[in-house]
T-cell receptor, first 116, second 113 residues
Framework: AQTVTQSQPEMSVQEAETVTLSCTYD???????LFWYKQPPSRQMILVIR??????QNATENRFSVNFQKAAKSFSLKISDSQLGDTAMYFC?????????????FGKGTLLTVNP | DAGVIQSPRHEVTEMGQEVTLRCKPI?????LFWYRQTMMRGLELLIY????????DSGMPEDRFSAKMPNASFSTLKIQPSEPRDSAVYFC???????????FGPGTRLTVL
């Protein structure tokens, strides 16, 4: 079974600074996807970024980028120029589309607070 | 485009009552997922459908839970009878079949007294 570990329950950062959230996962699969979802106080689950395991290039979406280290099974999220609206719970998630199984396995989350 | 729609947004009920949660996936999506979020267990998959057919219901906690998808634009998750330990946020998500990205609805916060 796949597992996803987020070792930082809480983090804080000053507005306009950069912060990195950590995620590691365990799998024996070779084909899989990794995601970061954001859950603000409104509790909506919002997709931040996704990475295909077969791609060597790290995914980027505006101020959000990932550091994907396949051999180390590490998938960290970097947020540049942090904004107050980035305050949220961030979940790392894994999916391996083997067979008919498309379920997301989530980490426990990291609560990020951006301070003014 | 409308995202995933869930209703109700909040539900408060008493133990023993039947609860029905509703979901309308994004138009054109043919995979639908029900997740539950609790402080103790985090986010966990309950069941998912492809083309209205249940594919994996191994996450459904017990027989009190049932889910249906009578057509491509509607799904229900029913709990009967409800218990206080069912209190949680229930999310519905949808995706295009064989596409990895799932899009979530706003969730239903269920409180069973």
């Amino acid at each position: 079974a796949q597992t996803v570990t987020q070792s930082q329950p809480e983090m804080s950062v000053q507005e306009a600074e950069t912060v990195t959230l950590s995620c590691t996962y365990d799998t024996s699969e070779s084909n899989y996807y990794l995601f970061w979802y954001k859950q603000p106080p409104s509790r909506q689950m919002i997709l931040v970024i996704r990475q295909e395991a077969y791609k060597q290039q790290n995914a980027t979406e505006n101020r959000f980028s990932v550091n994907f280290q396949k051999a180390a099974k590490s998938f960290s999220l970097k947020i540049s120029d942090s904004q107050l609206g980035d305050t949220a719970m961030y979940f790392c998630a894994f999916m391996s589309p083997g067979g008919s199984n498309y379920k997301l396995t989530f980490g426990k989350g990291t609560l990020l607070t951006v301070n003014p | 485009d409308a995202g995933v729609i869930q209703s109700p947004r909040h539900e408060v009920t008493e133990m023993g009552q039947e609860v029905t949660l509703r979901c309308k996936p994004i138009s054109g999506h043919n995979s639908l997922f029900w997740y539950r979020q609790t402080m103790m267990r985090g986010l966990e998959l309950l069941i998912y459908f492809n083309n209205n057919v249940p594919i994996d219901d191994s996450g459904m906690p017990e027989d009190r839970f049932s889910a249906k998808m009578p057509n491509a634009s509607f799904s229900t998750l029913k709990i009967q009878p409800s218990e206080p330990r069912d209190s949680a946020v229930y999310f519905c998500a949808s995706s295009l079949r064989y596409q990895a990205t799932q899009y979530f609805g706003p969730g239903t916060r269920l409180t069973v007294l």
